[in-house]
C-alpha cells in the first residue's frame, strides 16, 4: 500500500504561483511513477502530469505546457507540481496518484492504470 498526502493547495490571483506537495508513505516511494491529475465542477477528472519512477521521463497535458513543472525527491518520498502563471481556468481539485513501474506516455498519462490517490487539494484561480 502507499498513502498519498496532497498539500500547497489555495487560492491565487491569475498569474500567481503555486507549489503542490505529495507526500508519500508505505512502500518504496521510488519504484512508483507519479502523475497529478485534476478535477473542475461539472467535468471529468483529467490528467495534468506525469513522471517514471526514476524521475528521467515527464509528461504535461498540453493545456499547461511551459507553465507547469513535476518534479520528485525520492529521498523524501514526495512529489511536487509547480504552478506558474496560473489560470482561473486551472482551477480544480488536484490530485496526486502513483502506480508500480510505468515509465512510458501511455501509461503515465492514463487515470486508470494508477492504483493509489491522495484526497485531492483545492486550488482556485481568481480573475
Known amino acids: 500500500q502507499v498513502q498519498l498526502v496532497e498539500s500547497g493547495g489555495g487560492l491565487v490571483q491569475a498569474g500567481g504561483s503555486l507549489r503542490l506537495s505529495c507526500a508519500a508513505s508505505?512502500?518504496?516511494?521510488?519504484?512508483?511513477?507519479m502523475g497529478w491529475f485534476r478535477q473542475a465542477p461539472g467535468k471529468e477528472r483529467e490528467f495534468v502530469a506525469g513522471?517514471?519512477?526514476?524521475?528521467?521521463?515527464?509528461f504535461y497535458a498540453d493545456s499547461v505546457k511551459g507553465r507547469f513543472t513535476i518534479s520528485r525527491d525520492n529521498g523524501r518520498n514526495t512529489g511536487y507540481l509547480q504552478m506558474n502563471s496560473l489560470k482561473p481556468e486551472d482551477t480544480a481539485v488536484y490530485y496526486c496518484?502513483?502506480?508500480?513501474?510505468?515509465?512510458?506516455?501511455?501509461?503515465?498519462?492514463?487515470?486508470?492504470?494508477?492504483?493509489?490517490w491522495g484526497q485531492g487539494t483545492q486550488v482556485t484561480v481568481s480573475s
Open positions: 513522471i517514471s519512477w526514476s524521475g528521467d521521463n515527464a
Open positions: 496518484a502513483a502506480r508500480r513501474y510505468g515509465t512510458g506516455y501511455s501509461s503515465i498519462t492514463a487515470a486508470n492504470g494508477y492504483g493509489y
Open positions: 508505505g512502500r518504496t516511494f521510488s519504484s512508483y511513477a
